[in-house]
């Protein structure tokens, strides 16, 4: 009950930034800066050219105010140009179909965010029946981070093997990233809807929301039409059996698909709030449902996805409600140094340019 009250004042605090949005929108100080867009982008272009020079290729688009400012593919990899139309690899940042898609089933009474899961795993051990679903999304379960579900082949084997993994947390305590609360979450939809995961993101989120260039990869044609990587695809991602890795985009279909989220054309208007509710405190402001809640060094408020995978994959989305801006980064170019992904690196730049 908690969380739904959190997630309805959230909601507000939301419809109370998309109406500033809109008051901007409408105002002389909107429209002068419209007149600006041109001097923004040449200022955008050149930072990224700047990243370019320094061994940055991807994709990056940037929106304000519901027009696109920038788009454009930059560099290349492998001794291939990337190609307008290449796909690329969104690793961790496809986490957020999952969340959409069990929202989805909430909807329709299928399962409740607030259910243990000892309701749709009743072989669960002791330490882990009262785990919710909403502490798997939002990493507050007690999984450590661990890819022991990925050589699974079906969603009763991924479960089986999950929930044999000892927890390294109590239910709830404190976040604690893992991919297997996604894992599970994939097992859940899959358990509760009956139909395959990739089959029900498909036809349920990603056809609705108009996304063309998003799936997850199934054989030699997707595989063709990704962008060159910086490592050879393993296995894993090649001979894909079961699971929610493997997912591919463009910064236009991941624009179009945030979009088609926040503006309730794939759930209602309290599922969305219930979405993007911060939820546990982490170290850049708070988790959501596969969403992370922050704000920028200006005190902006930011929403944000983001993954990395071994083959140099890097992408993220960052949304700004209260400018109506979003960044998206999307790379195969690994890393710029240790610490940082090319794709934060370039949105770093963006961010402190249009913020």
Sequence with gaps: ??????ACAWGVLIAAYCGSSALLRASPESSSAAGSEAA???????AIQDEVRQGFSGSVLV??????????VYGGLQGNALSPDGRFLIASAAKQFTSTALLKLQER???????????????????????TIRQL???????????DSESTRTWRQAAQVILSEPLTARPGERFQYSNENYQLGVALVEAVSGRRYAEFVETELLRPAGLRDTGQLDGSASVRRLSPTQESLPPRLLNLQWGGFGYY???ADFHRWYVAVRSGQLLSASSVSELF???VKIGEGHAALGWFIGTTAGGEQRIF?????????SSLLYAYPQSDTMIVVLSHAGSKDDETSWARAVHARLEALLL
């Design 63 to 72: 929106a304000r105010e519901g027009r696109v400012l920038l788009q454009k």
């Design 137 to 147: 999304l939002s990493h507050t379960s007690g999984f450590p981070q661990a890819y």
């Design 305 to 313: 996805t983001r993954g990395n995978d071994d083959v140099g994959s």
């Design 40 to 46: 923004v982008a040449k200022q955008l272009e050149a």
């Design 277 to 279: 509710a911060p939820i």
């Design 109 to 131: 009474g299928r399962l409740d965010l607030d259910d243990p899961i000892d309701k749709y795993f009743p072989d669960a051990p002791a330490d882990k029946q009262v785990i």
């Design 249 to 251: 985009s463009t910064a």
């Design 1 to 6: 009950m908690t969380a739904r009250i959190l």
